[in-house]
């Protein structure tokens, strides 16, 4: 690997465990990477192992200036904003000028599948990010990911305590990948970086049904779990009716009308390949995580 490479976020979820892989996995040395983040206090443990670090927040033009000086190639990871505004876009397309402005050779960029196409109320982040990185003119690399294991810690723990699972999904399928699949195959691709533009679509190694994943769910916690099909509308008064706070219900709804219309229904082999092992299956993922899921 030539030059400086940044990972923004790199207190993050996502972030920590891309600098996991790259650093752990695929060796590469501490002194080709920068990790930012918006709070640098959070980065002591990678400081302490010779990993410099800067304060990058998309929101401050003269810290992104700094953050990204002698960067040769920036993986933007996407900020976690849903607040139904335009405020996410705008902090990506910030983070994409100042990487041209600074010079660097090649963006990263982690995305979502089919942006241009999707019913998720945020894809127009996701696509308009994409489409100004590749505007620059400069190299890129976009990882689309699908949706993560780890998102279902939100909805099974509570549908298995109640044997009920509410959804708008239908027959719609996902291919949900770990998180920690996702980092090792963006390491991988950061490792052995290529000179050509390239989109890769990461997901699990099979996509399911919603009521497959409530049987998986039940054989691993032994708990029973039906799939109650509602419609949209039948789901968005569910979730106010629950306490889900108004301004996140569109979005939520729209992750289902988005898998039952086959928006996210896509398996590819990417992640296996840029990670260069096999994937967490998504029954292996819920074995492990029996306690999360409350069995």
């Not at 002591?44 to 192992?49: G, N």
């Not at 990204?68 to 900020?79: E, F, P, Y």
């Not at 890129?140 to 699972?165: C, D, H, K």
Request: aromatic fraction near 6%; charged fraction near 20%.
């Amino acid at each position: 690997m030539t030059g400086k490479l940044l990972v923004t976020g790199a207190s993050g979820q996502l972030g920590t465990r891309v600098l996991h892989h790259l650093i752990e996995t695929f060796k590469v040395p501490v002194s080709d990477i920068i990790a930012g983040s918006r709070d640098t206090a959070k980065l002591t443990d990678l400081a302490a192992r010779g990993v410099e670090t800067r304060r990058v927040d998309f929101e401050d033009a003269d810290s992104m200036k700094d953050g990204l000086a002698g960067v040769d190639r920036i993986l933007i990871i996407s900020t976690d904003v849903l607040d139904g505004t335009d405020r996410r876009l705008r902090q990506h397309l910030a983070a994409v000028a100042a990487a041209k402005e600074a010079g660097v050779s090649h963006i990263l960029y982690t995305s979502m599948p089919n942006p241009d196409d999707s019913k998720v109320l945020f894809a127009p982040d996701h696509k308009g990010t994409e489409d100004a990185i590749i505007a620059t003119g400069l190299g890129y690399t976009i990882f689309r990911v699908s949706w993560y294991m780890e998102n279902l810690f939100m909805t099974l723990p509570p549908a298995l305590a109640s044997g009920q699972w509410y959804s708008s999904a239908g027959t719609g399928k996902v291919a949900n990948i770990a998180r920690d699949d996702v980092a090792r195959a963006i390491a991988g691709s950061l490792a052995t970086p290529s000179a050509d533009n390239e989109i890769h679509t990461l997901t699990g190694p099979v996509a399911f049904t919603t009521d497959e994943i409530a049987e998986l769910a039940s054989q691993a916690t032994g708990k029973p779990l039906t799939v109650v099909h509602v419609t949209d509308d039948q789901l968005a008064q569910g979730m106010a009716g629950a306490g889900v706070p108004a301004p996140y219900i569109p979005t939520f709804v729209s992750f289902d009308t988005n898998t039952r219309e086959g928006k996210v229904d896509i398996v590819t082999d990417a992640a296996a390949k840029l990670s260069g092992t096999q994937l967490t299956t998504l029954n292996g993922f819920l074995q492990a995580s029996k306690s999360a899921l409350g069995a």
